[in-house]
């Protein structure tokens, strides 16, 4: 039997660009301006090292942050920021039904398996609060820079 978690794991623990590029924090303010009035609990998932929960607690230090990420060594660096550290899989949020008001997921989608991807969507459904907003990106296939470096499909 394959082990998903540790394929996932393997295929994503050399990717560190967003840990020093500035769109990555970027992003996390354009996702901050989505949050709705009242948000608390937000889910960051692929949470890398935390440089973006770092920027929403700038933002609103009375955000409570739950990290997700299928890799273990970035979830011992997650700075305190992080009231959770939740080492797992986006096809199966160990969190309880109805969680959260906010859950991010930038650039993140493109890593999964196609297979996972239907799975993911229903998972962050399970754990997002009624009313609550997930707020994901992923890369434009067609920004020339994307051509350029060959990151375009």
Known sequence: ??????K????????NRSQHDPFTLKRYEQFFSFFQK?????????CNTGRGGLRFKELNPN????????VQERL???????????????????ME??????????EFLEHLYPADV???LCEFQ???????????????PNYIKNKIIGMSV
């Open 8 to 15: 996932y794991e393997v295929q994503n623990v050399q990717q």
């Open 76 to 94: 011992d660096v997650l700075p305190e920021c992080y009231s959770q550290k939740v080492y797992g899989l986006s096809t199966d949020i160990p």
């Open 126 to 140: 399970r754990v997002l609060k009624i009313g609550g907003r997930l707020l994901l990106t992923t890369p434009n």
């Open 1 to 6: 039997m394959v082990n998903l978690h540790k």
């Open 118 to 120: 239907d799975q993911t």
């Open 97 to 106: 039904d109805r969680f959260f008001d906010v859950i991010t997921a930038g």
């Open 63 to 70: 955000l409570t942050l739950f990290g997700l990420d299928c």
């Open 38 to 46: 009242g948000a608390v609990k937000i889910l960051d998932v692929g």
